[in-house]
């Protein structure tokens, strides 16, 4: 019974090489009973400690890997330890670690929580680690709530609320994505999305209808041109190192204005060290100088930019284009003018800002800080006039400030302070790089099982297939999951079958 | 009541429950389950139900349609041939008459990997439907009534089930009353069926039969919720006028591949196997469908004729059903035509693929523009049937109703098309119409365990809008669910849990089972390095680079190696498991999935605890007290999921809901945990004792 096809087979199966063989058999891992998640635990944004927890049996394995010490901690106590990426023996934090071995912890399962710094560098540093380790995934909103549910870990009172918290976090992933996918990177993840599960749709007609009904010729030609153009363009996205950058980097604040209006000295007075040089010439700043520092609790990376002006200068000339174009990329604009260059006019604000910022309408521009420096050379009540000026017109809010004496330079810090904890309090703007984390942990995962179809091509079509019903997968976490009906609505769509 | 054949076992099986219910009616007949209609479902229900010992009574309106192929002559396919390996798994019918009846089998899918395999075979309609009649009237405990179904008998529900009402029995045509414990709806198309030919048409069920009225204003007035659909049939042509020298010739296998786990061949030789031939659609036909919807657009603007044509020809199911509908949605193409026999000794062919609702001539005029049926005579015109089918959302995963106690329903009348789809359902209606009767807990076929269940969980969780069709990429689990290892997915549970297995399946399923895990373990066992490898097994192409060591089952990947060739190079201990052709025919595609099975365990095993959380079935889900959106009410209302894993396949269903569900379905354990307490002490009532009790029963308490 289930008589002899495989000599058929065998004969209609095209030889693969022993390497092609390896590289499929290579991406296995052994799989153990369940997987194991991980996830950001604490709230997203302003946090000075950031809680990443995993669940599962890989927890241990992971909290040594990360740790890089063979020896777990006690159980239930608190340790000191150096965290690692073991990928790259980098030192991401140094935090505290804790170890629940299962049952006695909150989902019943081996449980870890790594205590680190609150910023996202490190935070997205930690779940990239955790994301590289085998049998570790993100996990899905709600799940650690389920897995204890299912252990029998929860009880009432707990769950309550939980639902709430979890339609809170889950409707702003909703709203981010719907802002991310509504930029041109959303535009690139949803166009990818489309593609990949044309190529699906089109292997499953392939397996469910080639021998009834004329599929066109070429079906399985052309998905794997479009896996493979995938391919390419997955992993030109995961190495373009800008972003990468920018990842790793906070709140970009980028100190932008006239020439000599003081910019520079703003840079070492926020940074507290004379990073930037200083001096009475106009133009001393020529190129982007860049200081991470912590403001209010969150991490800034601070920008001090060439003065804006037409220049003959060739070096000049390209700080300026670079002043310009950081200007383009900052979450923050520190808008410096020399206060004793304005008239206390609204209009003369509005036209002084309009050639400090980058074009285009107020509403798509990054928030601004209009910075007047230079207080201390203010005849005396010309002050209060010109910040009664910027109170009438739609200006940004303003600050008076000497950076020469220090003073006002509070009052600038709680404006920024103000303007940081709106940005990273709400989630939609804040930890921009938590979810690209996410997002480059299954983008790695589908390029991947992209990359397995082709090798398992040529010895099972329904292996293949499977290769790509879990890239789709991955890139669904971003883009959104496909039913099965859906496929089925490509087939339909695009090949004539039925009988 | 004209009785056909009536056979007892020799122990009259034990007395059920409703049975010691005082009856007002003392002398009408009595019966554990009762199933109406006599096609691929109710055959394969009345028979699962016997099978699993409880008295069973099929009626139908002609004893003599049993078994009839009513559309195609052909069984199986890709996902369908799947669906009969299930069925055979649980020791059902029609994979068995199958291969005694077949005149042409073919494996499809050869080239794509042994889990799309599909079995298919062109079948002798006649010889078919003289071996199920054989095989219903010789089955044990089932008896064959021939009459018409007018009505149900209602009476008071059990309480603490959902349900407004049970199902006690019917009321046959001449008016008089049949009891029973449980009864099984599969009446097809019957319920107002339409059939239209051309521009007329007239009520039937098929060509010939009568649509049931009665039944179906029951039906409504009960509250049923029901949709409409429509299907077609191709006209058949006359073998002997078709010249089959100028068409594609393709051959059936040889030697054939039995359907059956219990078949050691199929009955015809393999050389006497018919052939099938392909032809193809070409501009004229084309031309003639478009000529023809403008002339009826026309007849229906003038409201004359029925909208007879257009509404068969506008495709509404996305899979296309006519050529009308082929034509029409992709324009200038060629389409495939094939000409299938009938029968060994019949001169009827059928065209599949050329369904049609045109008017009779015209159909004749696009048949004889077709290559090789320029002389051909249409013996009967092609036609549409258009009928009401029952939301399935309505039943429970056993396909009982949720608004009648005790009635299930099965196959065509749940939404889906094909024979084999229709037989499934039957099979599990069938097994669980005999354990309703006995009390004891359904039987239900997981996602995760065969295509059955995916088939079931799709129709009773999403519900339908189009003909239901098995597709193997419905299937999330489609590299563990394979045709080959279907009898150790389900015949053990089938004769553990439903006792519709026989001993001799049993037994046999049982034996392969340990046999191939036995073999796998000393598989795994013979571990050499692979310069030893390509040393023993120089066929593979084996590198030597790598350095750890591989089994002897990672070898048998490779699609060069065979068990016979493993056992060449190493006699002891595998050459016991390569005497065998099928257990080493089975290990070569465990070796081939297994690792992939294995990582794909982890999805399994979620899937499953999911599953294992139950919601309980009278949940009014507008008035419980948890966090959910007046949006999510609603789908989980008309949708009834009933477990967790059901919700979280429920389009728009977010993970917040599932959490507040969870929360709910905790509060409600507990609850009836404390009812439980509150009872200790007490006799416990026969039977269901507590509404939630399959609430109790549910794993929540699973893990851990």
């Keep these: 019974m289930w008589p002899g096809t495989w000599r058929k087979l065998l004969a209609a199966l095209n030889p693969v090489s022993g390497a092609a063989l390896r590289a499929v058999k290579r991406l296995h891992c052994p799989a153990g009973k369940r997987d194991t998640i991980f996830a950001l635990s604490s709230g997203h944004g302003k946090c000075g400690v950031a809680v990443v927890r995993t669940s599962g049996p890989a927890s241990g394995a992971a909290l040594r890997s990360l740790t890089g010490q063979q020896e777990l901690p006690r159980p239930r106590a608190v340790a000191l330890?150096?965290?690692?990426?073991?990928?790259?023996?980098?030192?991401?934090?140094?935090?505290?670690?804790?170890?629940?071995?299962?049952?006695?912890?909150?989902?019943?399962?081996?449980?870890?929580?790594?205590h680190v710094h609150g910023g996202p560098a490190v935070v997205g540093g930690v779940l990239q680690a955790l994301g590289r380790l085998p049998g570790l995934r993100p996990a899905d909103p709600g799940e650690f709530t389920k897995r204890a549910f299912q252990n029998g870990k929860l009880g009432l009172t707990e769950v309550e609320g939980l639902g709430d918290l979890i339609h809170a976090e889950t409707e702003a992933q909703r709203r981010q994505a719907l802002r991310q996918m509504e930029g041109e990177l959303g535009q690139l993840y949803q166009r990818w999305s489309e593609e990949l599960t044309k190529a699906l749709a089109h292997v499953e007609a392939f397996i469910d209808f080639s021998e009834d009904d004329n599929l066109e010729e070429g079906v399985l030609a052309q998905v794997d041109a479009a896996v493979r153009t995938l391919e390419e363009e997955v992993s030109g996205h995961l190495q373009d190192g800008r972003r990468g950058e920018r990842?790793?980097?906070?709140?970009?604040?980028?100190?932008a204005g006239p020439t000599n209006a003081g910019k520079s000295s703003l840079l070492n007075l926020l940074c507290q060290r004379p990073a930037a040089i200083v001096s009475p010439i106009a133009g001393t700043t020529r190129d982007v100088v860049e200081s991470a520092l912590n403001i209010g609790g969150y991490p800034v990376v601070l920008s001090d930019t060439a003065g804006l002006r037409e220049t003959q200068d060739v070096v000049e000339r390209e700080g300026v284009s670079r002043a310009r174009e950081r200007l383009q990329q900052a979450d923050v604009v520190l808008a410096v003018l020399a206060a004793v260059d304005v008239d206390p006019e609204p209009r003369c604000f509005a036209d002084a800002l309009r050639a400090v910022l980058p074009p285009g309408p107020?509403?798509?521009?990054?928030?601004?800080?209009?910075?007047?420096?230079?207080?201390?050379?203010?005849?005396?009540?010309?002050?209060?006039?010109?910040?009664?000026?910027?109170?009438?017109?739609?200006?940004?809010p303003t600050c008076l400030l000497s950076c020469k004496t220090g003073e006002g330079v509070d009052s600038l810090l709680s404006l920024l302070g103000t303007q940081l904890e709106q940005m990273c309090g709400d989630p939609l703007a804040g930890s921009p790089s938590l979810t690209q984390a996410r997002h480059r942990l299954h983008l790695t995962s589908c390029l991947c099982s992209l990359g397995r179809y082709h090798g398992y091509k040529s010895l099972d079509l329904v292996l293949a297939a499977e290769e790509l019903r879990l890239a789709r997968r991955h890139l669904g976490k971003i883009t959104g999951r496909v039913s099965a009906e859906?496929?089925?609505?490509?087939?339909?769509?695009?090949?004539?079958?039925g009988k | 009541m004209f009785l056909l054949r009536r056979r007892r076992r020799a122990l009259p099986p034990a007395p059920l429950p409703w049975r010691r219910r005082a009856r007002s009616d003392g002398t009408a007949p009595r019966w554990d389950v009762v199933v109406i209609g006599g096609g691929h479902a109710g055959t394969e229900a009345a028979a699962a139900a016997a099978r699993s010992g409880v008295r069973t009574l099929l009626v139908t309106h002609k004893a003599d349609t049993i078994g009839q192929m009513s559309c195609n002559p052909s069984f199986g396919g890709i996902g369908k041939g799947h669906l009969m390996r299930e069925v055979d798994a649980l020791d059902g019918l029609c994979a068995r008459i199958c291969d005694q009846s077949g005149v042409h089998y073919k494996v499809l899918n050869r080239c794509k990997g042994p889990a799309v395999w599909g079995l298919r075979a062109q079948i002798d309609r006649k010889l078919y439907k003289e071996n199920m009649q054989k095989e219903i009237l010789n089955t044990p405990l089932l008896t064959v009534h021939e009459a018409s179904v007018e009505d149900l008998l209602l009476m008071e529900p059990e309480p603490d089930r959902p349900g407004k009402c049970q199902v006690s029995g019917v009321i046959l045509?001449?008016?008089?009353?049949?009891?029973?414990?449980?009864?099984?709806?599969?009446?097809?198309?019957?319920?107002?069926?339409?059939?239209?030919i051309g521009l007329k048409m007239h009520p039937a069920g098929r060509l010939g039969d009568q649509p049931s009225i009665g039944l179906a204003q029951t039906l409504e007035k009960l509250g049923f919720a029901v949709g409409r659909l429509k299907t077609g049939t191709p006209p058949r042509l006359a073998k002997d006028s078709i010249d089959f020298s100028v068409l594609e010739r393709h051959m059936a296998d040889n030697p054939p591949v039995p359907f059956s786990f219990l078949s050691e061949a199929v009955w015809i030789k393999p050389e006497d196997q018919l052939s099938c031939y392909r032809t193809l659609t070409n501009a004229k036909v084309e031309q003639i469908i478009h000529d023809s919807l403008h002339l009826n657009n026309h007849v229906r603007e003038t409201t004359r004729g029925p909208r007879a044509l257009v509404v068969m020809a506008i495709?509404?199911?996305?899979?296309?059903?006519?050529?009308?509908?082929?034509?029409?949605?992709?324009?200038?193409?060629?389409?495939?035509?094939?000409?299938?026999?009938?029968?060994?000794?019949?001169?009827?062919?059928?065209p599949q693929g050329m369904s049609m609702t045109l008017p009779p001539e015209l159909q004749e005029q696009v048949i004889a523009c077709i290559r090789g049926l320029e002389k051909a005579k249409m013996m009967q015109p092609g036609y549409g049937v258009q009928y009401d089918f029952l939301d399935p959302r309505q039943l429970s995963a056993s396909l009982e109703s949720r608004l009648v106690q005790r009635l299930f329903f099965a196959g065509q009348i749940n939404g889906t098309t094909g024979y084999e789809e229709a037989a499934a359902q039957g099979v599990i209606a069938g097994i669980n119409a005999g354990l309703r009767v006995s009390g004891k807990p359904p039987f239900i076929i997981s996602r995760t365990e065969g295509y059955i269940g995916v088939l079931i969980d799709d129709l009773t969780t999403l519900g339908t809008n189009e003909p239901y069709r098995m597709f193997t990429s419905r299937v999330e689990f489609r590299m563990s669910l394979r045709p080959d290892n279907a009898d150790s997915r389900l015949t053990l549970r089938g004769f553990e849990e439903a006792g519709c297995v026989s001993q001799q399946r049993y037994a046999q399923a049982s034996q392969m089972?340990?046999?191939?895990?036995?073999?796998?373990?000393?598989?795994k066992s013979l571990q050499f390095t692979a310069t030893k490898w390509s040393r023993l097994v120089p066929e593979a192409p084996i590198s030597t680079n790598r350095s750890s060591l591989a089994s002897a089952l990672d070898i048998l990947q490779y699609p060069e190696v065979t068990m016979e060739l493993l056992a060449r190079a190493i006699p002891e201990p595998l050459r016991k498991f390569a005497e065998c052709r099928e257990l080493a025919e089975r290990l070569k595609i465990e070796a081939v999935y297994e690792w992939h099975v294995a990582s794909q365990q982890q999805e399994i095993e979620e899937v499953r605890r999911d599953e294992a959380l139950q919601l309980p079935e009278d949940l009014d889900y507008f008035a419980i007290d948890a966090s959910l959106s007046q949006e999510v009410r609603e789908k989980l209302d008309s949708n009834r999921p009933q477990t967790i894993g059901a919700v979280s396949r429920i389009p728009g269903i977010t993970p917040a809901a599932i959490v507040n569900l969870l929360r709910f379905v905790k509060t409600n354990r507990q609850r009836t945990e404390h009812i439980e307490h509150s009872r200790i002490g007490r006799p416990l009532p026969e039977g269901n004792t507590l509404g939630k009790s399959k609430f109790q029963n549910s794993s929540l308490s699973c893990a851990s």
Aim: hydrophobic share 40%.
């Design chain 2, 513 to 523: 089972k340990a046999a191939i895990e036995e073999a796998i373990a000393v598989l």
């Design chain 1, 362 to 396: 107020p509403a798509q521009r990054a928030p601004c800080i209009l910075v007047l420096n230079k207080a201390d050379l203010l005849e005396e009540g010309r002050g209060g006039a010109l910040l009664g000026a910027c109170g009438e017109g739609a200006l940004p």
């Design chain 2, 173 to 196: 045509g001449d008016g008089s009353r049949v009891h029973a414990g449980s009864v099984i709806l599969t009446t097809g198309t019957f319920l107002r069926g339409v059939v239209f």
């Design chain 1, 486 to 497: 859906e496929i089925l609505d490509i087939v339909f769509r695009d090949f004539c079958v």
């Design chain 2, 315 to 350: 495709p509404c199911s996305r899979y296309c059903p006519s050529l009308e509908s082929k034509v029409l949605r992709f324009p200038n193409r060629i389409h495939q035509l094939w000409l299938e026999p009938e029968g060994l000794d019949s001169n009827v062919i059928y």
């Design chain 1, 81 to 114: 330890r150096r965290i690692h990426d073991p990928s790259s023996a980098e030192t991401l934090d140094r935090g505290l670690v804790i170890w629940f071995p299962g049952p006695h912890s909150f989902t019943g399962e081996d449980c870890s929580e790594l």
């Design chain 1, 247 to 255: 990842l790793r980097g906070g709140v970009h604040v980028v100190i």
